[in-house]
C-alpha cells in the first residue's frame, strides 16, 4: 500500500478521533451507498465494450447526478438488470434523452 500523503493522514485522523459526521441523510441513501461499494469491490472480471459517443456522454452524466463513477453505474445497472431489480426512473436529462425514452415506449 502506499504512502499516505498529508491530506490523507489528516482524514485518517480526524475519523480516528471521531471527529468526521456522515452526509447519507437517510437510511436508503446508506444502502444504496453500501450497494455501489459492493458492487465496486467485488469486482473480479474486466470487460471491454463499445458504446456510442452519444450514450457513453449520457452514462457519464447520469453518474454525475447520482455522485458515482460512470463504469460504477453501468455495473450497477447490469447487476439490477440480472438480479431482477432494475426500475426505470425518469431522468433529469436533457430533452435529446426524453425524446429517446418516448420512442423506446412507443416502439
Known amino acids: 500500500m502506499k504512502a499516505l500523503d498529508r491530506y490523507e493522514k489528516q482524514v485518517l485522523s480526524a475519523f480516528e478521533a471521531g ?3 456522515s452526509t447519507v441523510t437517510s ?3 446508506l444502502r444504496r451507498y453500501r450497494e455501489y461499494a459492493r458492487a465496486t469491490l467485488a469486482k473480479n ?3 471491454n465494450i463499445r458504446l456510442s459517443t452519444q ?10 447526478e447520482e455522485g458515482v463513477p460512470y463504469q460504477t453505474l453501468i ?3 447490469l ?3 440480472l438480479v431482477g431489480r432494475f426500475v426505470e426512473k425518469t431522468s433529469r436529462l436533457t ?5 429517446r ?5 412507443a416502439a
Do not use: G, P, W
Open 19 to 21: 471527529k468526521l459526521k
Open 45 to 47: 472480471k474486466r470487460v
Open 95 to 99: 430533452t435529446r434523452s426524453s425524446a
Open 101 to 105: 425514452a418516448k420512442r423506446r415506449r
Open 27 to 29: 437510511e436508503a441513501s
Open 75 to 77: 455495473s450497477s445497472v
Open 55 to 64: 450514450d457513453l456522454s449520457e452514462i457519464q452524466t447520469r453518474a454525475a
Open 79 to 81: 447487476h439490477k438488470f
